[in-house]
Protein backbone atom coordinates (compact mmCIF):
# COMPACT_ATOMS: atom_id res chain seq x y z
CA UNK A 1 0.00 0.00 0.00
CA UNK A 2 1.21 3.60 -0.99
CA UNK A 3 0.29 5.92 1.40
CA UNK A 4 -1.24 9.20 0.79
CA UNK A 5 -0.18 12.24 2.28
CA UNK A 6 -3.03 12.78 5.35
CA UNK A 7 -5.38 10.79 4.37
CA UNK A 8 -7.97 8.92 6.94
CA UNK A 9 -7.70 5.41 4.87
CA UNK A 10 -4.38 5.48 5.64
CA UNK A 11 -4.52 6.01 9.01
CA UNK A 12 -7.52 3.35 9.40
CA UNK A 13 -5.18 1.00 7.74
CA UNK A 14 -2.38 1.02 9.70
CA UNK A 15 -4.96 1.36 12.96
CA UNK A 16 -5.73 -2.28 11.96
CA UNK A 17 -2.49 -3.68 10.95
CA UNK A 18 -0.92 -3.08 14.08
CA UNK A 19 -4.03 -3.38 16.37
CA UNK A 20 -3.41 -7.06 14.24
CA UNK A 21 -0.26 -7.34 14.87
CA UNK A 22 0.12 -11.19 15.19
CA UNK A 23 2.05 -12.16 12.41
CA UNK A 24 1.52 -15.31 10.13
CA UNK A 25 2.95 -18.80 10.97
CA UNK A 26 5.82 -19.48 9.15
CA UNK A 27 5.26 -22.25 6.28
CA UNK A 28 5.98 -25.80 6.61
CA UNK A 29 6.16 -28.12 8.93
CA UNK A 30 8.90 -28.92 11.50
CA UNK A 31 11.65 -30.70 10.74
CA UNK A 32 14.91 -29.65 9.72
CA UNK A 33 15.40 -25.93 8.04
CA UNK A 34 16.58 -25.76 4.59
CA UNK A 35 17.84 -22.27 2.94
CA UNK A 36 14.91 -20.80 1.38
CA UNK A 37 15.74 -18.44 -1.89
CA UNK A 38 13.37 -15.24 -1.69
CA UNK A 39 12.76 -13.34 -4.89
CA UNK A 40 12.51 -9.92 -4.25
CA UNK A 41 10.94 -7.34 -6.33
CA UNK A 42 12.24 -3.72 -5.22
CA UNK A 43 10.20 -0.22 -6.09
CA UNK A 44 12.82 2.55 -5.51
CA UNK A 45 11.68 5.21 -3.25
CA UNK A 46 12.91 8.69 -4.30
CA UNK A 47 11.24 10.85 -1.74
CA UNK A 48 11.19 10.59 1.91
CA UNK A 49 8.45 13.04 2.46
CA UNK A 50 5.39 12.48 0.25
CA UNK A 51 4.57 14.82 -2.75
CA UNK A 52 7.55 16.73 -1.88
CA UNK A 53 11.56 16.87 -3.49
CA UNK A 54 13.13 17.74 -0.40
CA UNK A 55 16.24 15.72 1.14
CA UNK A 56 17.19 17.60 4.24
CA UNK A 57 15.59 16.50 7.32
CA UNK A 58 17.65 18.50 10.12
CA UNK A 59 20.99 16.57 10.34
CA UNK A 60 19.58 13.63 8.10
CA UNK A 61 19.86 13.96 4.52
CA UNK A 62 17.37 10.88 2.34
CA UNK A 63 19.48 9.78 -0.06
CA UNK A 64 16.81 6.71 -1.24
CA UNK A 65 14.88 3.73 -0.16
CA UNK A 66 13.25 0.46 -1.44
CA UNK A 67 9.50 -0.81 -1.06
CA UNK A 68 10.32 -4.62 -1.18
CA UNK A 69 7.73 -7.13 -2.22
CA UNK A 70 7.66 -11.20 -2.90
CA UNK A 71 5.19 -13.57 -3.66
CA UNK A 72 6.97 -15.78 -0.90
CA UNK A 73 4.83 -16.39 2.06
CA UNK A 74 7.75 -16.30 4.86
CA UNK A 75 9.26 -13.12 3.68
CA UNK A 76 8.23 -10.05 5.89
CA UNK A 77 8.22 -9.58 9.88
CA UNK A 78 12.01 -8.01 9.46
CA UNK A 79 12.39 -6.71 12.91
CA UNK A 80 16.51 -6.31 13.10
CA UNK A 81 19.65 -6.17 10.79
CA UNK A 82 23.38 -5.63 10.31
CA UNK A 83 25.54 -4.81 7.06
CA UNK A 84 28.41 -7.77 7.61
CA UNK A 85 30.06 -5.44 3.92
CA UNK A 86 29.14 -1.60 4.38
CA UNK A 87 25.84 -0.80 2.67
CA UNK A 88 26.15 -4.71 0.88
CA UNK A 89 25.36 -7.03 2.17
CA UNK A 90 23.15 -7.94 5.11
CA UNK A 91 22.27 -10.50 7.60
CA UNK A 92 19.02 -10.30 9.94
CA UNK A 93 16.03 -11.65 12.12
CA UNK A 94 12.30 -11.70 11.44
CA UNK A 95 10.17 -11.85 14.47
CA UNK A 96 8.56 -14.66 12.83
CA UNK A 97 11.71 -16.91 13.51
CA UNK A 98 13.47 -16.64 10.81
CA UNK A 99 17.11 -15.45 9.99
CA UNK A 100 17.24 -13.70 6.40
CA UNK A 101 20.44 -12.31 4.43
CA UNK A 102 21.09 -10.24 1.07
CA UNK A 103 22.73 -7.85 -0.71
CA UNK A 104 21.62 -3.99 -1.00
CA UNK A 105 22.50 -3.21 -5.19
CA UNK A 106 22.87 0.21 -5.67
CA UNK A 107 23.01 2.78 -8.42
CA UNK A 108 25.86 4.69 -10.30
CA UNK A 109 24.75 7.22 -7.78
CA UNK A 110 25.32 5.29 -4.73
CA UNK A 111 21.85 5.13 -4.31
CA UNK A 112 20.02 1.91 -3.65
CA UNK A 113 18.00 0.08 -6.10
CA UNK A 114 17.42 -3.49 -5.01
CA UNK A 115 18.01 -6.73 -3.52
CA UNK A 116 19.72 -9.92 -4.17
CA UNK A 117 20.98 -12.71 -3.23
CA UNK A 118 17.96 -12.72 -0.60
CA UNK A 119 17.44 -15.54 1.32
CA UNK A 120 15.85 -17.45 5.05
CA UNK A 121 16.12 -19.55 7.05
CA UNK A 122 14.18 -20.59 9.77
CA UNK A 123 15.78 -20.51 13.11
CA UNK A 124 16.20 -24.25 15.12
CA UNK A 125 16.90 -26.50 18.49
CA UNK A 126 19.78 -27.62 19.34
CA UNK A 127 18.59 -30.66 17.36
CA UNK A 128 18.79 -28.85 13.91
CA UNK A 129 15.09 -29.05 14.15
CA UNK A 130 12.92 -26.04 13.08
CA UNK A 131 11.60 -24.16 15.97
CA UNK A 132 7.48 -23.56 15.40
CA UNK A 133 6.70 -21.80 17.82
CA UNK A 134 6.86 -18.13 17.50
CA UNK A 135 7.26 -17.25 21.54
CA UNK A 136 10.20 -19.06 21.05
CA UNK A 137 11.74 -17.27 18.88
CA UNK A 138 10.34 -14.00 18.27
CA UNK A 139 13.44 -11.95 17.29
CA UNK A 140 13.36 -8.36 17.65
CA UNK A 141 17.05 -7.23 18.29
CA UNK A 142 20.28 -7.78 16.13
CA UNK A 143 24.32 -7.08 16.99
CA UNK A 144 26.96 -8.36 14.67
CA UNK A 145 30.51 -8.64 15.75
CA UNK A 146 33.28 -11.25 14.47
CA UNK A 147 31.10 -13.43 12.99
CA UNK A 148 29.10 -13.70 15.70
CA UNK A 149 25.49 -12.78 15.97
CA UNK A 150 24.13 -11.54 19.22
CA UNK A 151 19.94 -11.71 19.19
CA UNK A 152 17.68 -10.02 21.82
CA UNK A 153 14.49 -12.37 21.92
CA UNK A 154 11.12 -11.17 23.71
CA UNK A 155 8.71 -13.24 25.30
CA UNK A 156 10.94 -15.89 26.05
CA UNK A 157 13.66 -13.49 27.19
CA UNK A 158 17.05 -14.15 26.47
CA UNK A 159 20.26 -12.83 24.47
CA UNK A 160 21.71 -15.81 22.48
CA UNK A 161 24.81 -15.38 20.37
CA UNK A 162 24.70 -17.56 17.29
CA UNK A 163 27.99 -18.21 14.72
CA UNK A 164 27.17 -16.45 11.44
CA UNK A 165 26.70 -19.06 8.57
CA UNK A 166 24.46 -17.94 5.77
CA UNK A 167 23.94 -21.48 4.26
CA UNK A 168 23.45 -23.01 7.45
CA UNK A 169 22.73 -21.35 10.82
CA UNK A 170 22.70 -23.49 13.62
CA UNK A 171 21.21 -23.82 17.34
CA UNK A 172 22.78 -20.96 19.75
CA UNK A 173 26.50 -21.02 20.81
CA UNK A 174 25.46 -19.71 24.47
CA UNK A 175 22.90 -17.41 26.15
CA UNK A 176 24.57 -14.32 27.93
CA UNK A 177 23.61 -12.66 31.23
CA UNK A 178 21.17 -9.17 29.99
CA UNK A 179 21.26 -7.91 33.92
CA UNK A 180 18.04 -6.52 34.23
CA UNK A 181 15.93 -8.54 36.45
CA UNK A 182 13.69 -10.92 33.94
CA UNK A 183 10.51 -9.81 36.46
CA UNK A 184 11.15 -6.44 35.31
CA UNK A 185 10.61 -7.68 31.39
CA UNK A 186 7.28 -7.44 29.74
CA UNK A 187 6.26 -10.01 27.82
CA UNK A 188 6.26 -8.47 24.18
CA UNK A 189 8.60 -5.12 25.38
CA UNK A 190 11.42 -7.07 25.81
CA UNK A 191 14.85 -6.13 24.39
CA UNK A 192 14.90 -4.65 21.05
CA UNK A 193 18.10 -3.49 20.89
CA UNK A 194 21.51 -5.34 20.84
CA UNK A 195 24.21 -3.30 20.04
CA UNK A 196 27.83 -3.11 20.28
CA UNK A 197 29.43 -0.37 22.06
CA UNK A 198 32.77 1.54 20.45
CA UNK A 199 35.75 -0.45 20.46
CA UNK A 200 37.73 2.38 21.99
CA UNK A 201 35.28 3.75 23.91
CA UNK A 202 34.73 3.18 27.48
CA UNK A 203 32.88 0.16 27.03
CA UNK A 204 35.25 -1.39 24.92
CA UNK A 205 33.36 -2.49 22.25
CA UNK A 206 30.86 -4.65 25.13
CA UNK A 207 27.00 -5.18 23.87
CA UNK A 208 24.63 -2.97 25.03
CA UNK A 209 20.87 -3.99 25.19
CA UNK A 210 17.55 -1.56 25.94
CA UNK A 211 14.11 -3.04 25.43
CA UNK A 212 11.25 -1.78 23.47
CA UNK A 213 8.76 -0.35 26.96
CA UNK A 214 9.78 -2.36 30.16
CA UNK A 215 9.65 0.57 32.73
CA UNK A 216 10.99 1.25 36.36
CA UNK A 217 9.00 3.00 38.58
CA UNK A 218 10.03 6.48 37.34
CA UNK A 219 8.83 5.39 33.63
CA UNK A 220 11.74 5.15 32.61
CA UNK A 221 12.91 2.75 30.04
CA UNK A 222 15.36 -0.71 31.02
CA UNK A 223 18.45 -1.14 29.79
CA UNK A 224 21.99 -2.74 30.47
CA UNK A 225 25.66 -2.85 29.86
CA UNK A 226 26.05 -6.35 29.51
CA UNK A 227 30.05 -6.78 28.56
CA UNK A 228 32.64 -4.48 29.40
CA UNK A 229 34.74 -2.98 31.74
CA UNK A 230 31.55 -1.23 33.24
CA UNK A 231 28.86 -3.65 33.22
CA UNK A 232 25.21 -2.98 34.85
CA UNK A 233 22.05 -1.56 34.57
CA UNK A 234 20.87 1.92 33.33
CA UNK A 235 17.43 3.24 31.60
CA UNK A 236 16.68 5.47 28.98
CA UNK A 237 14.23 8.91 29.57
CA UNK A 238 11.08 7.58 27.71
CA UNK A 239 10.42 10.81 25.72
CA UNK A 240 6.55 11.49 24.58
CA UNK A 241 4.51 7.72 23.64
CA UNK A 242 7.71 6.50 21.57
CA UNK A 243 8.80 3.39 22.09
CA UNK A 244 12.50 1.78 21.46
CA UNK A 245 13.11 -0.37 18.28
CA UNK A 246 16.45 -0.17 17.40
CA UNK A 247 19.81 1.19 18.07
CA UNK A 248 23.34 1.70 17.22
CA UNK A 249 26.63 3.58 18.56
CA UNK A 250 27.87 6.24 16.65
CA UNK A 251 31.46 6.78 15.86
CA UNK A 252 31.71 9.69 18.47
CA UNK A 253 30.17 7.21 21.31
CA UNK A 254 26.81 8.55 20.94
CA UNK A 255 24.08 6.34 20.72
CA UNK A 256 21.46 6.06 18.17
CA UNK A 257 17.98 5.25 18.85
CA UNK A 258 15.23 4.44 16.48
CA UNK A 259 11.81 5.11 18.08
CA UNK A 260 7.53 4.40 17.01
CA UNK A 261 4.96 5.86 18.44
CA UNK A 262 1.09 4.38 17.47
CA UNK A 263 -2.24 5.91 18.16
CA UNK A 264 -5.68 5.91 16.26
CA UNK A 265 -5.93 9.42 15.57
CA UNK A 266 -2.56 9.76 14.39
CA UNK A 267 -1.45 6.46 12.96
CA UNK A 268 2.66 5.25 12.77
CA UNK A 269 5.33 7.82 13.72
CA UNK A 270 8.80 6.75 13.16
CA UNK A 271 11.90 9.17 15.58
CA UNK A 272 15.35 9.59 15.41
CA UNK A 273 17.14 9.95 19.06
CA UNK A 274 20.71 10.64 19.77
CA UNK A 275 21.44 9.37 23.26
CA UNK A 276 24.73 11.07 25.18
CA UNK A 277 27.22 8.48 25.47
CA UNK A 278 28.51 10.01 28.38
CA UNK A 279 24.91 9.33 29.94
CA UNK A 280 25.07 5.62 29.15
CA UNK A 281 26.65 3.96 32.02
CA UNK A 282 25.66 2.16 34.92
CA UNK A 283 22.96 3.79 37.05
CA UNK A 284 22.29 6.09 34.97
CA UNK A 285 19.42 7.72 32.86
CA UNK A 286 20.50 7.98 29.57
CA UNK A 287 19.05 10.56 27.13
CA UNK A 288 19.56 13.22 24.31
CA UNK A 289 18.07 15.11 21.71
CA UNK A 290 15.37 14.15 18.54
CA UNK A 291 16.99 14.15 15.62
CA UNK A 292 14.10 13.33 13.56
CA UNK A 293 10.65 12.50 13.95
CA UNK A 294 8.28 11.34 10.93
CA UNK A 295 4.45 10.62 10.65
CA UNK A 296 2.34 9.13 7.86
CA UNK A 297 2.73 12.76 5.18
CA UNK A 298 6.14 10.31 4.78
CA UNK A 299 7.62 7.45 3.36
CA UNK A 300 7.70 5.38 6.18
CA UNK A 301 5.34 2.04 8.23
CA UNK A 302 6.26 0.00 11.49
CA UNK A 303 10.02 1.17 11.41
CA UNK A 304 12.16 -1.56 13.76
CA UNK A 305 15.33 -1.80 12.59
CA UNK A 306 18.70 0.41 12.24
CA UNK A 307 22.18 0.24 11.38
CA UNK A 308 24.87 2.42 10.81
CA UNK A 309 27.82 2.19 8.52
CA UNK A 310 30.24 4.67 6.65
CA UNK A 311 30.66 4.74 3.41
CA UNK A 312 33.38 4.34 0.76
CA UNK A 313 33.13 8.11 0.36
CA UNK A 314 33.51 8.61 4.16
CA UNK A 315 30.08 9.71 4.87
CA UNK A 316 28.12 8.56 7.66
CA UNK A 317 25.11 6.27 7.08
CA UNK A 318 22.00 5.70 8.56
CA UNK A 319 19.44 2.60 7.21
CA UNK A 320 15.76 1.93 8.16
CA UNK A 321 14.06 -1.72 7.72
CA UNK A 322 10.09 -1.78 8.67
CA UNK A 323 8.36 -4.85 9.59
CA UNK A 324 5.01 -5.37 8.14
CA UNK A 325 3.58 -8.00 10.09
CA UNK A 326 2.79 -10.09 7.24
CA UNK A 327 -0.43 -7.38 7.20
CA UNK A 328 -1.37 -6.75 3.22
CA UNK A 329 -1.92 -3.36 4.62
CA UNK A 330 1.95 -2.54 5.82
CA UNK A 331 5.09 -2.57 3.75
CA UNK A 332 8.50 -3.93 3.67
CA UNK A 333 10.51 -0.72 3.51
CA UNK A 334 14.31 -0.13 3.13
CA UNK A 335 15.57 3.81 3.93
CA UNK A 336 18.69 5.16 3.51
CA UNK A 337 20.37 8.51 4.99
CA UNK A 338 23.59 10.64 5.56
CA UNK A 339 24.04 11.43 8.97
CA UNK A 340 25.77 14.94 8.82
CA UNK A 341 27.85 16.08 11.92
CA UNK A 342 26.61 19.69 11.71
Known amino acids: MIFSRGGFRQTLFAAIALLASVASAPAGSAGPASVEPIEISARPITEFQIGRADKQFGPLEFVGGLEMTSPSRDF ?33 DRRPSGVRNFHMQQMVDGSGQAIEKKWEVDAEGLAVKDGIATVGFERNHRVAQFKIDPNDMKAPLKQLDFLVPARELRQNRGFETVTHANANGQ ?29 GVFTVKRNGDFDITDGAFLPDGDLLLLERSFSMASGVK ?29 QIDNMEGLDVWTRDDGALMVSLISDDNHSILQRNLYLEFILHKD
Not at 82 to 103: H, I, L, N, Q
Not at 212 to 231: F, T, V
Open 76 to 108: GALSAFRFRKAGGDFVGVADTGFWFFGTVVRDA
Open 203 to 231: HEGGLVVVSEKSLDKAGNIYAAIIEGPHK
Open 270 to 298: MRLRRIHGESVEKGAVADGPVLLEADMGY
